[in-house]
């Protein structure tokens, strides 16, 4: 089949590659000149383990193409929509997903299916497939088929997951539901399955939601832990014995593209609402603000003035082993400090930052605060690093120091023990 993908980012690209090594021929469409012109010399523009493999063969068996023209969509049979669905002011912005439909609606022939991946309001397939039908004079479920295929996968897992996760398919009409699972048969070695695409909107977003609220209950036992005198790290693995508990972990926030947008858009449409959604949203918000009491406490203890501090904020990216910075609490940690503290840094061997080099960052500073859970940043010679700095002060934003280093005042979110 020819398929088009439309947008080819994180979530786009890995998709595209995975239809084209699965024999389709897949036509690309970005708006950035410069990701087309990276992908097509068979490098990719993101970070994600076996991509730049996966990638330089396809375009050297010319089975992806990736361009900026959306008149080279012409003849495909099936439409892939990976286009970003952001906030702004708190609200879905969906202009990305319909000016994705409009291109399409331009392009497309007689029996297309459109599939949207991108994740979106309970609603939106419809309405999109009604606008497709607004500007093409073609009706769904006759001429042509649209349907919602969440995307489920995590970043880092990204090609693992794309074959072996389960996946929802939802169809506005039955049969548009049965020729995407057709599609994704291609390669997906999961279980599909089929329902309406409203259905598989708000599924999505509850399972983002399910984590969010799960994420804010372990940060409120956190700080309850911090007062207690508990490492709430510890409680969290004994309460996870019990056969029906699964407590999350708490940390300096949530971030990515995904978590901290997808229980506003679920939300979004919503005459009633009870408000949990939202508070434990605010909870997590919060989060980097904690991490800066902890240090204005080490501060305190170490006799240490705020206004000439130099702190050293380790990582940048909303996640361990990824480059993605999208909402990520490390950079609200850094706007927090700049208006507080001397001189602030940052390190991050994915991400760059002030400094390149770790002992650089660390020399002279007087506090460090881990505030990603690189695996990097899990087995660092304190020891060491401290006889750089001129105040041992540490604070662990993401529960991955264990045994606190000797000489440091050292406190962390949920270390009540400490
Ligand atoms: N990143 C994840 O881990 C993840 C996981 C599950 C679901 N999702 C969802 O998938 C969707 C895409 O997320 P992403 O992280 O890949 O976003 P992204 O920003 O990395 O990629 C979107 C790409 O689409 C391009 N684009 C926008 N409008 C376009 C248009 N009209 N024509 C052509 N290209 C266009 C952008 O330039 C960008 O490169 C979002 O709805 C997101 O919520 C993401």
Redesign the pocket.
Known sequence: MKIGV???????LPTAIMFASSGHNVIG????RD?VEKINSGRAH?IEPEINERLKKVIAEERLKATTR?EDLRGAEAFIV????PLLDDSPDLS?VE??IR?IAEVMDRGALIVI????PPGTTVRMARLLEDLTGMREGIDFYVAHA??????GRIFKELVYNSRIIGGVSPKAAVLAEKLYRSFVKGKIYLTTATTAEMV?LMENTFRDVNIALANEFAILAQQYGVNVFEAIRLANTHPRVRIHMPGIGVG???LP??PYLLLSSAKKEFGLIRLARQVNENMPKIAVNLLFEAFERAGVDPSRATVVVLGLAYKGGTD?T?NSPALKLVKLLETRVGEVRTYDPYVGGTHKDIKDALREADAAIIATDHLEFKTLPWEELGSLMRTRILIDGRGIIAEPPADFIFLGIGRGDV
């Open positions: 439309i947008g080819l980012g994180y979530i786009g469409l970005e708006i950035r990701v993101i959306p990976c286009v970003q669905t990305y000016n994705a291109t991946e991108s994740t979106v969440p995307e489920r996968v995590m970043p999505k990515g593209h995904c947008k997808d993605d999208r």
